[in-house]
């Protein structure tokens, strides 16, 4: 057996046991799910972190944009468990920001289908499962798996590509010493080809207003809505 087939099959292995799990958990409320993802994540306490603030923000962006309480609760499911496929594929550990190579796109996108799969085995996380799987396309059509445009992202994967990015880009501020507006920033920079405008849109009206009330810029830890 080559090194590859050796990883193929260990993917395979851990794919099946954390569908396994989800099926066997039975998951039907937003409670039990969220319970046994802390149970999945014990050991990657700042992943699981990352899932309920990308949760937090979702859910904030969904309001202000007047979705339905249902699809609210789908979209909250998404977000906590859109990383789920790291826990089969793990990421490279000397990828950067600059050296995205063919191989990341492709591991992204297997990453995608593995929580999709895994979600798919509880019938009450299949609408979560489908935010998960467009949640990185781009509404210019530049993203993937399938290179959907516009509307014909759900609206759920729309957020949850702002929410999810906003706070790896508020890591990377925080590492790199950059200014916090940098975020923003950057969303706006990419609003109406990565992201859905109107999404972007809707979060920068909720930093304007948390800033107007805390009297702090919108990009400050004190001002931040999260």
């Given at each position: 057996?080559?090194?590859?087939?050796?990883?193929?099959?260990?993917?395979?292995?851990?794919?099946?046991?954390?569908?396994?799990?989800?099926?066997?958990?039975?998951?039907?409320?937003?409670?039990?799910?969220?319970?046994?993802?802390?149970?999945?994540?014990?050991?990657?306490?700042?992943?699981?972190?990352?899932?309920?603030?990308?949760?937090?923000?979702?859910?904030?962006?969904?309001?202000?944009?007047?979705?339905?309480?249902?699809?609210?609760?789908?979209?909250?499911?998404?977000?906590?468990?859109?990383?789920?496929?790291?826990?089969?594929?793990?990421?490279?550990?000397?990828?950067?920001?600059?050296?995205?190579?063919?191989?990341?796109?492709?591991?992204?996108?297997?990453?995608?289908?593995?929580?999709?799969?895994?979600?798919?085995?509880?019938?009450?996380?299949?609408?979560?499962?489908?935010?998960?799987?467009?949640?990185?396309?781009?509404?210019?059509?530049?993203?993937?798996?399938?290179?959907?445009?516009?509307?014909?992202?759900?609206?759920?994967?729309?957020?949850?590509?702002?929410?999810?990015?906003?706070?790896?880009?508020?890591?990377?501020?925080?590492?790199?010493?950059?200014?916090?507006?940098?975020?923003?920033?950057?969303?706006?920079?990419?609003?109406?080809?990565?992201?859905?405008?109107?999404?972007v849109e809707a979060w920068l009206r909720l930093v304007d207003e948390q800033s107007m009330h805390s009297h702090t810029r919108p990009g400050d830890p004190a001002g931040?809505?999260v």
């Amino acid at each position: 057996m080559t090194i590859t087939d050796q990883q193929t099959w260990r993917r395979s292995e851990r794919e099946m046991r954390l569908t396994a799990i989800v099926a066997d958990a039975g998951i039907a409320s937003s409670e039990a799910l969220l319970s046994l993802l802390a149970t999945l994540y014990r050991d990657r306490p700042d992943d699981f972190a990352h899932a309920q603030r990308v949760a937090h923000v979702a859910v904030r962006i969904a309001t202000e944009l007047g979705m339905p309480e249902r699809d609210i609760a789908h979209l909250e499911r998404a977000a906590w468990s859109h990383d789920l496929g790291k826990l089969v594929i793990p990421e490279r550990t000397d990828a950067t920001v600059d050296s995205v190579t063919r191989a990341d796109l492709e591991r992204w996108t297997e990453q995608l289908v593995a929580a999709c799969d895994i979600l798919e085995a509880a019938p009450a996380l299949r609408p979560a499962a489908a935010i998960v799987l467009a949640s990185r396309e781009c509404v210019d059509g530049s993203g993937f798996p399938r290179h959907l445009e516009g509307d014909a992202i759900p609206l759920g994967a729309r957020i949850l590509h702002v929410a999810d990015t906003y706070d790896a880009l508020q890591e990377l501020c925080a590492a790199f010493a950059m200014p916090p507006d940098s975020v923003n920033v950057e969303l706006v920079r990419h609003a109406g080809s990565r992201f859905d405008a109107a999404v972007v849109e809707a979060w920068l009206r909720l930093v304007d207003e948390q800033s107007m009330h805390s009297h702090t810029r919108p990009g400050d830890p004190a001002g931040s809505i999260v």
